[in-house]
């Protein structure tokens, strides 16, 4: 794995968290509506006693479940990204990757947290993963989240 992979896994689990959230807004939303009748002819050979919406509320409760799980995992990624970025020996070098990856700054923003110019904040970024591939070498041993 790269420096740059192994740094982005929280951004990815994040992004990963973000769609679980819209997905059971959405549930949430189909669950409190209507449902309207249907004027089709049915052949039933069973009858269907469950309300309609109890599909989209289980389907809440497992996405709720993996959310909880995705939360965990950022959790013990985002320690293990703080970690290994603290064995880089520069302030800068390490200020400038938390700001990148564990804060998803932008640019811009991190060029002002780092009180330089954008451009020299992306050399100092390109020196850093540089660096940290060679002072991180065991955690990037890690299998991908």
């Known amino acids: 794995m790269t420096a740059k992979e192994y740094l982005e896994r929280a ?3 994040n992004g990963r968290i973000r769609l679980v959230h819209e997905e059971i807004t959405r549930l949430r939303s189909l ?3 209507i449902s309207s009748p249907s004027f089709e002819e049915k052949v039933q050979y069973s009858t269907n006693i469950e309300a309609p919406f109890v599909k989209y509320i289980e389907k809440i409760m497992e996405k709720e479940e993996e959310l909880k799980k995705e939360a965990e995992t950022l959790s ?4 293990e ?3 290994a970025i603290d064995t ?4 800068e070098e390490r200020l400038v990757l938390k ?3 564990l804060y998803n700054y932008s ?3 991190t060029a002002q ?3 330089m110019g954008q451009s020299s904040a992306i050399r100092l970024h390109q020196r850093a993963l540089r660096n940290f591939e060679k002072s991180a070498e065991d955690f990037l041993k890690v299998d991908n989240v």
């Open 11 to 13: 951004k990815n689990i």
């Open 99 to 101: 700001c990148k990856y």
């Open 107 to 109: 640019w811009l923003k």
């Open 31 to 33: 669950s409190e509506s």
């Open 113 to 115: 947290a780092l009180h």
């Open 88 to 91: 880089l020996p520069m302030f």
């Open 76 to 79: 013990r990624v985002h320690i």
């Open 81 to 83: 990204t703080l970690q």
